[in-house]
């Protein structure tokens, strides 16, 4: 980059690190780096530790996939919740989502990706055989399939849905959360999908 | 903050540390912390790294309070800068603005902020004696006073003339980048505060 040339070259190497986090331009890098090199020495060695302890300390939870500090992560190594019900999502950051509504009581599965032919994903990439070992000593239930709503998500919870069909096994309910309007929608600003979705599953009021 | 509860220890600390960056809200932090999650660890090593080797190596300009990694900056240790004029900017930041413009080939003189009275920053909290001193030996013979052009950035510009009158050295001239219009705007556009700065300053064609 021709704007790194006139910085000092410690200060640019860091421009570069931070340029390559997702939604930080070459500009919002030269901001932060001008924060850094303002803050004193000890705050901005607290984040480069926080960086590092987060990958030295973080590994995937042994049972579910999720991020764990032990060998299994905060919800798997909890006794209070639900063995019965897995909710399956694609990463991470979805399992913290659903935690957030603090609704959901069961465990989950993390499936680290979904299923994607053009980016040369597929079932094998992800822990799918994982989820499939979970299921069959009969202690699950209900299965909330709760991949993201789009192309992907959707064939990926097709997928697990025929492998979990093709267990055959009674009593194992496999469920996807609903679609719908989104709480606090004006109905004029929705778009058809989003409208038809949300009349064909109608409910009683 | 609420949300951070359900994220493991590692990874709430990280968010915490990403947030009290400028520009950085809750939501964005952890969309980087996602990203420092997911990425190999030798990458979110070099951000760290990065972070620690700018602290580590960079220390004020000994001659114009500027960045530098060794004792002096890169400008001041450069033999092809004229000496004869100095620009004095309040942050390092608006040094390397006018270094990317490749016109200046003067030296700089970092104030390290600005005077407010508000801000409980007073003359003396700034690097203007160690300019006055760089003056005194007769190399200079312009100064810029490129701080910026808002109240504060004025008052420091106008404290910093009038201690340069106050010297009644002859043939050492004192100025100030031009105000006017912006290249590239469109003249409706503009305040009006900026076009009576342009008319006043109107030029020969």
């Known amino acids: 980059m021709e704007r790194l040339k006139t910085y000092p070259q ?8 931070l340029a390559k986090m997702p939604g ?5 890098a030269e901001r932060l780096a001008h924060y850094i090199l303002r ?6 060695m ?13 590994r995937n939870c042994s049972v579910c996939f999720g991020i764990a500090e032990e060998e ?30 603090g609704q959901y009581k069961g465990l989950y599965h993390v499936l680290q990706g979904h299923i994607s032919p053009l980016e040369d994903i597929h079932p094998e990439d992800l822990t799918v055989e994982r989820l499939m070992e979970r299921l069959s000593n009969g202690t699950v239930k209900e299965v909330i399939l709760a991949t993201n709503f789009n192309v992907e998500g959707e064939a ?9 069909s093709a267990l055959g096994g009674p009593g194992l309910k496999v469920t996807r959360p609903a679609r719908g309007i989104p709480h606090g929608s004006y109905l004029e600003y929705l778009s058809s999908a989003v409208l038809a979705d949300a009349l064909e ?3 009683a009021f």
Request: proline share 7%.
């Open 156 to 164: 990926t919870a097709l997928y697990i849905q025929k492998r979990i």
């Open 72 to 101: 299994q992560c905060l919800v798997c190594s909890n006794p209070r919740r639900d063995p019965s019900v897995i909710c399956v999502v694609e990463e991470p950051k979805d399992l913290w989502s659903i935690e957030r509504t």
């Open 39 to 44: 803050i004193p020495p000890r705050e901005a």
């Open 201 to 203: 599953g109608r409910r």
């Open 24 to 28: 930080v331009g070459q500009k919002t």
């Open 46 to 58: 607290e984040l480069a530790r926080a960086i590092e302890e987060l990958k030295k300390n973080v």
């Open 10 to 17: 410690h200060m640019a190497k860091l421009i570069t690190e």
